[in-house]
């Protein structure tokens, strides 16, 4: 007979940023859930608190595969359409820089794509089931353009095309998702100015004709140009999930005007609200601010890797900065700091340690000083508690406690209780949390190995300097032979494990 799904035995809250409530969440088909992720502008290198929405969201998607269901994961690539400045104006943040680099816009977005790809492998995060890019949908950007035209939500001005927010608050609730109403905004916003082609400040553009100097342009039946930042997500969304998903989430930063923006152009191009529950992921600070590429205010996870920061004592292994971020809520403002960050690290390998005892501990008859079925029912309380990861970690350290008092003979696990705790913590600690069992001793053992080839390295340099390639030759094949290769570069020499 066919195990039933977890989800079937599991009540998930999600807290819907809609309605400002924990809801208890409901896919539109039963065991199926379609979730979109606003993905990165790929126009420089991702900065850890981008990272950290993409972690928090990995987490979210893990867990719902871990309860059974069937998720069409999409999160896009912003590839054009982003401007400099949110409100539709300045130069496309692709554009810029290639301008700056000198490079075609589409190698800037293949070198920030692959950083950004070779990055969140780092972090273990799950690859989406798709990963669309918006230079990808302009067709159909422009088909969703003339279905709001027509459908009397958006007009044409000087070859581009706007968003009529005034007209569409008549009928729908513009600013539901932000809490704003529109005539505040009205009262805040200051007046158009003389060149500005909009009718209301507020309006937004479905499509912008590019000026002469605009390099990423495309024909359209309004002018030669390019759509707008919102529309992407919205025709993305869709054409993969449908007019109507279950789950829709980016960074908190994105609430407004690009979610809204989003609702507004669903509802007023299907008639339907797009989304059943908006998930907002909470911000990386640095120093109490934000962390944003525009500030300056940022830490690389190369920084964090290598540990070449001045605010860093020591380089931290990605899943370790990972098992950091996890420590606090995705709803949570997290602050980075070296020493909560060693402080983690310190927790991560207390965990490790103790899923490697597991595999020797030895089990008796029963189970004393331990009750393994509310220890389970309360991981799966927490995660189905809005993804309260901070609160699963603490289970599980609960279980580390038991596991090594076990260790030291003071007390008693069952054989059936015990595989039931290696198996919980095997599948929130890896399958969940998406953490990798990199081992304090292994790491220790790879940095002096490397001190060790270095020394080696030297050792050849200075034998060819003294013109003795005997010793510098035997250096580099007996390395070969227990498969290190060495490579000189114009650089100095390096060294691969074959
Ligand atoms: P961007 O490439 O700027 O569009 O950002 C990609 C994602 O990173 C968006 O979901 C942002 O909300 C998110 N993000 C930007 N800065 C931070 C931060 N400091 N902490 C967490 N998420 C952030
Ligand atoms: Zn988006």
Redesign the pocket.
């Known amino acids: 007979m066919a195990v039933a799904p977890l989800y079937k035995t599991q009540e998930l809250k999600i807290y819907n940023s809609i309605s400002g409530n924990k809801e208890i969440f409901t896919p539109i088909t039963e065991g199926n859930i379609g979730m979109y992720v ?4 790929v126009y420089s290198n991702v ?1 850890l ?2 990272c ?3 972690i928090s969201f990995d987490l979210i998607y893990r867990y719902l595969k871990h309860l059974g269901y069937k998720v069409r994961y999409v999160r896009n690539i ?1 590839d054009a359409g ?1 401007l400099e400045n949110d409100a539709d104006e300045g130069e496309d943040k692709v554009s810029k820089k290639a301008r700056i680099e000198q490079l075609e816009p589409m190698e800037i977005v293949q070198r920030y794509t692959l950083d950004f790809h070779n990055i969140l492998t780092k972090f273990n995060n799950l690859p989406p089931s798709i990963e669309p890019t918006a230079t990808g949908h302009i067709i159909e950007q422009i088909e969703i353009t003339k279905t709001i035209i027509d459908n009397g939500f958006a007009y044409e001005a000087n070859g581009s095309v706007y968003f009529d927010v005034k007209k569409f608050n008549e009928t729908n609730n513009y600013g539901k998702l932000s809490g704003r109403n529109l005539e505040d905004m009205i009262a805040n916003t200051r007046e158009l100015t003389a060149q500005s082609d909009k009718k209301n400040p507020q309006d937004f553009a479905l499509w912008k004709k590019a000026e002469p100097e605009h390099i990423m342009r495309w024909p359209s039946p309004w002018s030669d140009g390019f759509p707008g930042w919102h529309l992407e997500c919205t025709v993305m969304s869709t054409k993969y999930l449908g007019e109507q998903f279950d789950i829709h989430g ?5 609430k407004f005007p690009h979610h809204e923006c989003e609702i507004a152009q669903g509802e007023a191009a299907c008639g339907k609200t797009p989304v059943n529950y908006w998930m907002h ?5 640095l120093d109490g601010k ?4 525009s500030t300056g205010n940022i830490l690389s996870p190369a920084e964090i890797f290598n540990g070449e920061s001045d605010k860093l004592n020591k380089d931290f292994a990605p899943t370790v900065a990972r098992f950091f971020m996890l420590q606090a809520h995705y709803r949570s403002i997290l602050d980075f700091s070296n020493d909560a960050l060693e402080a983690s690290e310190k927790g991560f390998y207390r965990l490790m340690d103790a899923i490697q005892s597991l595999d020797t501990l030895k089990t008796g008859k029963t189970t004393e000083g331990f009750d393994t079925e509310k220890w389970i029912r309360e991981c799966y309380d927490a995660m189905n508690d809005d993804f309260n990861s901070p609160i699963l970690i603490a289970k599980l350290f609960e279980a580390v406690k038991f596991i090594n008092t076990v260790k030291e003979n003071k007390a008693i696990v069952s054989t059936s209780d015990y595989r039931l705790i290696r198996e919980t913590m095997h599948a929130f600690v890896f399958d969940v949390l998406g953490l990798v069992n990199v081992n304090e001793a292994s790491s220790d053992i790879s940095d002096k190995l490397s001190g060790a080839v270095e020394l080696l390295i030297n050792l050849r340099k200075e034998a060819r300097a003294n013109k003795d390639f005997a010793t510098s030759d035997k250096i580099r094949d007996e390395l070969q032979e227990i498969g290190i290769q060495l490579k000189d570069g114009r650089e100095g020499t390096s060294f691969t494990l074959n």
Do not use: Y
Request: glycine letters at 16%; aromatic letters at 4%; charged letters at 15%.
């Open positions: 606003c993905g990165p502008t900065h608190g981008n950290r929405t993409f912003t982003h980016g960074g908190m930063d994105l992921a909470n911000m990386l600070t934000k962390m944003s590429k």
